[in-house]
């Protein structure tokens, strides 16, 4: 009686997960079903529920039709600044605002955290002015700057709640070995806190990568839109291509997931076990 | 192996002050243990000594140079912490490695890449592997060599803290209560292994503990702290036999030192219900006294000789058994009333709680206090 009760238990929970994961992956199977529809099909017949799946070759030539390599590239750059500027500040910040007492720690702390509640639609128009002043409008790097002003703050506060919990004796065991405090950080801490740093770095990614606000407001030149605003400037007035718009949407997604996929061995907890007493 | 000399070595956090004046001269060589209840400022000590913490005020020698203000690692010690403080992410040959490398680490290997390549060659050069496996041999280290902290047992993590310790080769070991997070069997192993290594390496040890079995096993020589004050150095049979107040007399030896309050007057000294304890001697001076007595000094003999007590209780410890007693009440006083006393005595007990027994002290093992001051008078 226990053991079917068990069995059941266990079917039970993973048909919660089953419909779970349906859910979630749906709009995903729709656009990809979407992106293999005809126009026909979409503006009148109707949708089939099951993919043509003979019309994959057709793909390929429909992006290489509204450039969709170059808006990836784009977005690549932009998510690949944001995250290696934010993983080289939030580092830094995290392990001071953590370990070091200054003047100012609790006003630097609430500053940083204050970015987090202002919306960024409110700081378009001053930055905009901010960019003209320093010549970064019609520029990725001024996306990165601006997307790593919002970003790095999530960053530094995960990192820095990591360090918190490194037992200090473990630094102060590498000071009396004679390593130093830059040495401290790199080759202590930074591995102890590896699967908060792919966490920020995954959040930090995402950022950049999803970036549309500031780069619809700051880019004119159509080469340097990013992915998502040039998904976005597809929508005409008169019409959409939208099986091309879902096509281009799935290949956005892709590397999301791949950089999601490459980091998340290193999202594990325990790597401090051993590491004092116990 | 450096002659250490504290010289009024004081720590304040804010007003409160932790470490109040410490001075005292350690020869090379020594196996120091600064012993006392925690809070009272030995570890904070032992980090002022390291250079993990900095002094308010005062001065540590080392061989007649200043150090305030070294380095931990310019000052040529080692620090076994209480927590072990393991790199976690390093194997155990990392582990004891890691002073190696930093010996021969450049500022440019910071370097991401260059970093992690620099590390590996050191850690393979023939002298490191060398000084690695001699250390790892000594402390039986070179089975789990390749094991990260987490896969180790409580004591072969300390001994992997030990061996990062000794592979420096430094000229003073500090060790910060290393075995309070052992089990009892484990500590009294690693206790004489301690000891050993100590005989071995013939450098200085400074030794944390509030252990007072620790310290009076390993010890050459012991300073016992409270409040953030030295209340006594010497050897550990000097502080057991002659403590320099009641708070080191009473904080050294288990059970502790029988502290009763007496009226001495030449040769003997009043008890307030007028009994009189023989002293077998002249007492260092006369009046409201503090009469000290080691539990094992005291005589459990028959109700009609020596001072009149009752037992109030027995614990019978197999070889020996701890008996506790009253005696000295005025006549009228309620019952319980009086002087409390330990007694050792060894095998089982024949008296019982409630038995009325007598007392007597062996002569010549008394040590005297000053009732006002505390402080020992002989």
Partial sequence: MKKIRKVVAILASRLVLVGFLLVSAFPIYWMFNTSLASDAELFGTGQDFAPHLERVGEVPQKLEDVGILGLLANSAFIATGVTVLSFLLAVMAAYALSRFKFHGKGLSGFVLFSTQMMPEALLVVPLFALFATFGLLNSLTGLVLANTAFSMPVAVFIIKTAIDKIPYEIEESARVDGCSPAGQLGMIVVPLVLPSLAAAAVINFFDGWNEFLFANTFIRQQELWPASVGLAQFMGQYSTPLSTVMAAALLFTLPAIVFFLLVQRQIVSGLTAGAVKG | MPHISFQ????????????????????????????????????????????LADMSSGAIEFDGTVIN?????????????????????????????????????????????????????????????????????????????????????????????????????????????????????????????????YKKVKKSFIYVTHDQVEAMTMATKMIV???????????PDEVYHSPADTFVAKFIGSPPMNIVEVTASG????????????????????????????????????????????????????????????????????????????AKVGGSSIARAGDTVGIEFEPGTFRWFDADSQSALN
């Fill in chain 2, 69 to 197: 203000g070294l380095e931990p690692k310019e000052r040529k010690i080692a620090f076994v912490f209480q927590s072990y403080a393991l790199y976690p992410h390093m194997s155990v040959y990392d582990n004891i490695a890691f002073p190696l490398i930093m010996d021969r680490f450049k500022s440019w290997y910071h370097v991401p890449i260059i970093n992690s390549i620099a590390r590996r060659i050191i850690r393979n050069t023939a002298e490191v592997k060398t000084k690695v496996m001699e250390v790892a041999q000594m402390l039986e280290l070179e089975p789990m060599l390749s094991r990260r902290p987490r896969t180790l047992s409580g004591g072969q993590r300390q001994r992997v803290a030990v061996a990062r310790a000794l592979v420096r080769d430094p000229d003073l070991y500090l060790l910060d209560e290393p075995l309070s997070n052992l089990d009892a069997k484990l500590r009294t192993q690693m206790r004489s292994e301690i000891t050993d290594l």
């Fill in chain 2, 8 to 51: 009024d070595v004081t720590k304040k956090f804010g007003k409160s002050t932790v470490i109040h004046g410490f001075s005292a001269e350690i020869e090379d060589g020594e196996f120091l243990v600064l012993l006392g209840p925690s809070g009272c400022g030995k570890s904070k000590m032992l980090r002022v000594i390291a250079g």
């Fill in chain 2, 225 to 235: 702290m409270n409040d953030g004050e030295i209340r006594q150095i010497g050897t």
């Fill in chain 2, 267 to 342: 040769t003997g000294a009043d008890l307030p219900n007028g009994e009189k304890i023989a002293l077998g001697g002249k007492a260092p001076k006369t009046g409201a006294v503090l009469l000290g007595v080691r539990p094992e000094h005291v005589r459990v003999v028959d109700a009609n000789k020596g001072v009149s007590a009752v037992v109030e209780s027995v614990e019978n410890l197999g070889a020996e058994s701890i008996l506790s007693l009253t005696f000295g009440a005025p006549k009228g006083s309620a019952e319980g009333k009086g002087s409390k006393i330990l």
